[in-house]
């Protein structure tokens, strides 16, 4: 096997908005430096490939919006890797476009599939344990997901159930639940048999077009088109034409639901999911009474557990907060318990309803 057979997909296209308000539409997670690295996340995920592939094996899929954006964080990716869906269905669709891309290259492609918004620990374990599943996907017509064991019942997660080891070490799937109630993720955990879903998978070029025949058949016109030679101008044409009839769907519940054929590889590379303000909070540094303070003016009295964001220039006092998200950007302030996801989702809501755009 070697190296030039190996591609990348980045997922790149969400809005982020389970991040509001410091992730919004114009400049949605992935493009924010979140920890004050200077670098985004889709920066981050990039080089974190970048180690062990070359530029051009490496694709950026994202909203059409988001394009430029891309080609502006990302200016040693080849400009015609970016690849631009037309409106927004969710990453299963998002992926099979992508991947049409690619086979209409490089049909014998072997891929791995990744969001843009994770962070990884172990870099170089990370580097081995990727190659490991393309070797194992080279040579076996079945898909690979990532997975790291479940060590905390987490609603936001989904929960893979391993089954029997293959000779290469790797277990077949016997069940996925797409996050689960709160009873149910303390039973997975409890019985040691469950993983968290890194939403990492692995195939071959053919098994992801053996999969997608039926959900995805029109995205092979785009690979035919490819390969008889059509311009770009022309390919984005008919993207537009017929990228919009697929249903939304994610990645996730399109591999671990819909088929059986699926293996998934126990990983320790520190993975870490940025989906969520109590996620961001789970691997931020934190002072000596657990709050994470982004912000270079800040006084606190009697705080704990708290994540406190705002802009440069802003002065933020607080005092008696346990477990809360202080936001402030642009022209939105928020203050919640940090762990309500849906709370969150629905202040986000009643403030695009009654002030417009001008929050998104």
Same mark, same amino acid.
């Given at each position: 096997?070697?190296? !030039?057979?190996?591609?990348?997909?980045?997922?790149?296209?969400?809005?982020?908005?389970?991040?509001?308000?410091?992730?919004?539409?114009?400049?949605p997670?992935?493009?924010?430096? &979140?920890?004050?690295?200077? &670098?985004s /996340? #889709?920066?981050?995920?990039?080089?974190?490939?970048a180690?062990f592939?070359?530029?051009?094996?490496i694709?950026?899929?994202t +909203?059409?919006?988001?394009?430029?954006?891309?080609?502006?964080?990302?200016?040693?990716?080849?400009?015609?890797?970016?690849?631009a869906?037309?409106v927004q269905?969710?990453?299963?669709?998002?992926?099979?476009?992508?991947?049409?891309?690619? %086979?209409? #290259?490089?049909?014998?492609? $072997?891929?791995?599939? +990744?969001p843009?918004?994770?962070?990884? &620990?172990?870099?170089?374990?990370?580097?081995?344990?990727?190659?490991?599943?393309?070797?194992?996907?080279?040579?076996?017509?079945?898909?690979?997901c990532?997975? *790291?064991?479940?060590t905390?019942p987490?609603? $936001?997660?989904?929960?893979?159930?391993?089954g029997?080891?293959?000779?290469?070490?790797?277990?077949?799937?016997?069940?996925?639940?797409?996050?689960?109630?709160?009873?149910?993720a303390? @039973?997975?955990?409890? !019985?040691?048999?469950f993983?968290?879903?890194? +939403?990492?998978?692995?195939?071959?070029?053919?098994?992801?077009?053996?999969?997608?025949?039926?959900? @995805?058949?029109?995205?092979?016109?785009?690979?035919?088109?490819?390969?008889?030679?059509?311009?770009?101008e022309?390919?984005?044409k008919r993207?537009d034409?017929?990228?919009?009839?697929?249903?939304?769907q !994610?990645?996730?519940?399109?591999?671990?639901?819909?088929?059986?054929?699926?293996?998934?590889?126990s990983?320790?590379?520190?993975?870490?999911?940025?989906?969520?303000?109590?996620?961001?909070?789970?691997?931020?540094?934190? %002072?000596?009474h657990?709050n994470?303070?982004?912000?270079?003016?800040?006084?606190?009295?009697?705080?704990? $557990? $708290?994540?406190?964001?705002?802009?440069?220039?802003?002065? *933020? &006092?607080?005092s %008696?907060?346990?477990g809360y998200? *202080?936001?402030?950007?642009?022209?939105?302030? /928020?203050?919640?318990?940090?762990?309500d996801?849906?709370?969150?989702?629905?202040?986000?809501?009643?403030?695009? #309803?009654?002030?417009g755009d001008? *929050?998104?």
């Open positions: 096997m070697t190296t !030039s057979n190996n591609y990348c997909i980045i997922l790149a296209g969400g809005v982020g908005c389970r991040l509001w308000p410091y992730s919004r539409q114009q400049r997670k992935q493009f924010i430096d &979140l920890f004050g690295m200077g &670098l /996340m #889709l920066q981050i995920t990039y080089r974190r490939f180690k592939l070359p530029a051009e094996n694709y950026v899929s +909203s059409s919006e988001y394009a430029a954006l891309v080609r502006e964080q990302l200016p040693d990716l080849p400009a015609e890797n970016v690849v869906e037309p269905l969710g990453t299963a669709p998002a992926t099979a476009l992508a991947a049409a891309y690619v %086979d209409g #290259l490089h049909p014998r492609a $072997n891929l791995i599939i +990744s843009a918004d994770q962070i990884i &620990l172990r870099e170089d374990e990370f580097q081995q344990q990727v190659m490991q599943g393309f070797q194992f996907v080279e040579k076996t017509p079945d898909f690979l990532l997975g *790291v064991k479940a905390r987490e609603t $936001n997660f989904g929960y893979i159930q391993a029997e080891r293959s000779s290469e070490g790797f277990s077949s799937v016997k069940s996925f639940t797409e996050k689960p109630s709160l009873d149910f303390r @039973f997975f955990v409890e !019985s040691g048999e993983y968290w879903s890194t +939403s990492l998978f692995m195939c071959s070029m053919e098994t992801w077009k053996a999969a997608a025949a039926h959900d @995805f058949r029109d995205m092979a016109k785009i690979s035919e088109a490819m390969h008889a030679g059509a311009s770009r022309d390919t984005e993207i034409e017929l990228f919009p009839r697929n249903r939304f !994610s990645v996730d519940l399109f591999i671990l639901e819909h088929h059986t054929n699926v293996y998934i590889s990983c320790t590379f520190g993975w870490r999911d940025v989906g969520s303000w109590d996620g961001f909070y789970q691997i931020s540094q934190k %002072d000596s657990g994470v303070i982004l912000t270079p003016q800040a006084t606190l009295y009697n705080c704990h $557990n $708290n994540i406190v964001m705002a802009s440069q220039g802003k002065i *933020v &006092l607080l %008696d907060l346990d998200l *202080v936001v402030e950007n642009d022209n939105v302030i /928020m203050l919640c318990k940090k762990d996801t849906s709370q969150i989702r629905r202040m986000m809501t009643d403030a695009q #309803l009654k002030y001008s *929050v998104s």
